[in-house]
């Protein structure tokens, strides 16, 4: 059982990158699909996620930048990152969760799952 964020690299700011997080082991179609970062000297956040029915969610800090979207044939979530900031340099990683457990709490975002599994992360360095 795996997750592997991948597609991280080097880009200008302004420029994109589309992260990909592939799940083997398992099948993604029933769980919640978290992004999350962390910079270098701070904390971990949540950046992005998709429930097991789709509904997405973002933070304030890449709203209108970033999109989560999901290809349950291809057991992949995917982060398409747009007008790449400086400050959104650091490690992403990919993280999942049963979306059953969230079931009678339709209102609570995917922000605040309690992500369970963790892959491994892709360093984002955006950088003139």
């Known amino acids: 059982v795996q997750l592997q964020a991948s597609g991280g690299g080097l880009v200008q700011p302004g420029n994109s990158l589309r992260l990909s997080c592939a799940a083997s082991?398992?099948?993604?179609?029933?769980?919640?699909i978290g992004w999350f970062r962390q910079a270098p000297g701070k904390e971990r956040e949540g950046v992005s996620c998709?429930?097991?029915?789709?509904?997405?969610a973002y933070a304030d800090s890449v709203k209108g930048r970033f999109t989560t979207s999901r290809d349950n044939a291809k057991n992949t979530v995917y982060l398409q990152m747009n007008s790449l900031e400086p400050e959104d340099t650091a490690v992403y990683y990919c993280?999942?969760?049963?979306?059953?457990?969230?079931?009678?709490?339709?209102?609570?975002?995917?922000?605040?799952?309690?992500?369970?599994?963790w892959g491994q992360g892709t360093l984002v360095t955006v950088s003139s």
């Open positions: 998709i429930t097991h029915n789709a509904n997405t």
């Open positions: 993280a999942s969760v049963l979306g059953f457990y969230y079931a009678l709490e339709p209102s609570k975002s995917c922000l605040t799952y309690g992500y369970e599994f």
């Open positions: 082991g398992f099948s993604l179609g029933s769980y919640a």
